[in-house]
């Protein structure tokens, strides 16, 4: 039973270069959640997906673009990485749209270094 | 906004003792959810407990449990009989009912259980 798996588990970009990290999760869950965690911090929520084929703001966006493939998957892309974006970043997901019956299960977190 | 807030950046306890994280939080909301998650060093976040704002009665999974107390915004864990498998960051967070789909966390409690 995987649960969230996040790809990759480490990556070094220069600044200006693109990539995505990749969530899936194979729990049936209807929402999904990027965020992100830096040294002193807690987890900040980037970009969230209450369902197959929406997707929503969160608390620290900027600089950062997610799709929600279909139900198992949901990418968050760095379209011109800045060493300001270096954190690790964890993906969860959910079984419904509310906190009344969900709990959010986490990844194991990709940290990224922008140098 | 809400906001959560965590005082103690580290703790250390003996082995089988009895430790109590603090977390205090800020919101306008009267329905609300709050949780613990522990971050061992595989940096897998684990959901520990869940305390949901309109139940008075203190939520408790074995050796964990809380004092909510909602007048005053504090949301404690005591961790009892303390193991060293529960060296960990703790982090408390704080979610809005009502579809609001964000987890706020606090910065974290760094705890380590000595031998």
């Known amino acids: 039973n995987a649960g969230v798996t996040q790809t990759p588990k480490f990556q070094v970009l220069k600044t200006g270069q693109s990539m995505t990290l990749q969530c899936a999760q194979d729990m049936n869950h209807n929402s999904m959640y990027w965020y992100r965690q830096d040294p002193g911090m807690g987890l900040r929520l980037i970009y969230y997906?209450?369902?197959?084929?929406?997707?929503d703001k969160g608390e620290v966006p900027n600089g950062y673009n997610v799709s929600r493939l279909n139900k198992r998957e949901f990418s968050l892309r760095l379209e011109s990485a800045a060493p300001s974006q270096t954190s690790v970043y964890f993906c969860a997901s959910s079984e419904s749209g509310t906190l009344a019956k969900n709990i959010q299960y986490f990844g194991a977190g990709t940290r990224l270094s922008v140098l | 906004a809400q906001t959560v807030t965590q005082s103690q950046p580290e703790m250390s306890v003996q082995e089988a003792e009895t430790v109590t994280l603090s977390c205090t939080y800020d919101?306008?909301?009267?329905?609300?959810?709050l949780f613990w998650y522990k971050q061992p060093p595989s940096r897998q976040m684990i959901l520990v407990i869940r305390?949901?704002?309109?139940?008075?009665q203190n939520a408790t999974e074995n050796r964990f449990s809380v004092n909510f107390q909602k007048a005053a915004k504090s949301f404690s864990l005591k961790i009892s009989d303390s193991q060293l498998g529960d060296t960990a960051m703790y982090f408390c967070?704080?979610?809005?009912?009502?579809?609001?789909?964000?987890?706020?966390f606090g910065t974290g409690t760094r705890l380590t259980i000595i031998p």
């Open positions: 305390q949901e704002a309109y139940k008075q």
């Open positions: 919101t306008s909301e009267n329905n609300y959810y």
């Open positions: 967070a704080f979610a809005a009912n009502f579809g609001n789909e964000k987890l706020t």
């Open positions: 997906s209450a369902s197959e084929g929406t997707t």
